[in-house]
């Protein structure tokens, strides 16, 4: 059984006093290149970066309870404590973080907010693959918790975009719409707007980290798409969507 809600709190206790503060703020949708990105981050050394995938897969002293506690949240049934959540990280990426970006730069006020972007058309494409391959795996729901969650926090990502079901006005409106808010919201100083294509440079000089002389990581996550959901939320294997895993593909980037 999970962990629960009841974990949350004591913020300003010793607890919290030698966690690390969030450095980076993720305000860009899910499918923006955000594995690729969370690879660069973890290279330039904001390790662990948070996405979505680690709500679901375990990382041990880490993301304990984040499951159930996101579960909750997303229906509205618990505030989130952020300063819990991301004791452990020193970054945050991808859905369903990307739209609480001005409670976490409430919360982190030294921390620096990136938004991935990417062709609207193109990201609606990307999305609605991913929206299909989880559709398949729905009746697994009744086997994994895995799987509950991903659709219960996932129906309702979908109904801030603006309908549960593929709608390509709706969802390409809502990604033009937060991406226009993000910009109006946040400082022009403390905000990136970038395309994994733009490479290391802009990623670094606004971080202020040298760059590496390793490439920039493409992770190709959208061929086999299907098989590595079922893996990963399914049957519970680790590593399927890790950045540090020997089994994460290399090759062109499909924007994860």
Not at 177 to 195: C, G, I, S
Request: glycine share 8%; charged share 25%.
């Amino acid at each position: 059984m999970d962990e629960g809600v009841l974990e949350l709190g004591h913020v300003g206790s010793a607890w919290y006093r030698h966690a690390m503060p969030l450095k980076v703020i993720g305000a860009g949708f899910g499918r923006t290149g955000t594995l690729s990105t969370k690879a660069a981050l973890e290279t330039l050394g904001f390790a662990p970066c948070y996405h979505f995938v680690e709500i679901l897969q375990p990382r041990p002293g880490h993301n304990d309870g984040h499951r159930r506690a996101w579960v909750q949240f997303m229906k509205g049934r618990s505030a989130m404590d952020w300063q819990w959540l991301f004791e452990h990280y020193d970054a945050t990426l991808d859905f369903p973080t990307c739209f609480f970006y001005r409670e976490l730069m409430e919360a982190f006020p030294q921390a620096k907010v990136l938004l991935t972007v990417r062709d609207p058309e193109r990201w609606f494409d990307s999305f609605a693959a991913m929206f299909h391959a989880l559709r398949r795996i729905r009746l697994a729901g009744l086997f994994s918790p895995n799987v509950r969650a991903i659709h219960s926090i996932g129906r309702r990502v979908n109904r801030r975009l603006g309908s549960e079901r593929v709608d390509r006005d709706a969802w390409i409106s809502a990604f033009e719409r937060h991406n226009r808010e993000v910009v109006e919201t946040v400082p022009a100083e403390r905000l990136l707007v970038y395309e994994v294509g733009g490479g290391w440079e802009p990623l670094c000089e606004f971080l202020g980290q040298p760059v590496p002389a390793e490439p920039f990581p493409h992770l190709n996550e959208g061929e086999a798409l299907q098989s590595r959901v079922v893996s990963a939320y399914v049957l519970g294997r680790k590593g399927v969507f890790s950045t540090d895993s020997e089994n994460e593909p290399s090759g062109r980037d499909s924007r994860g």
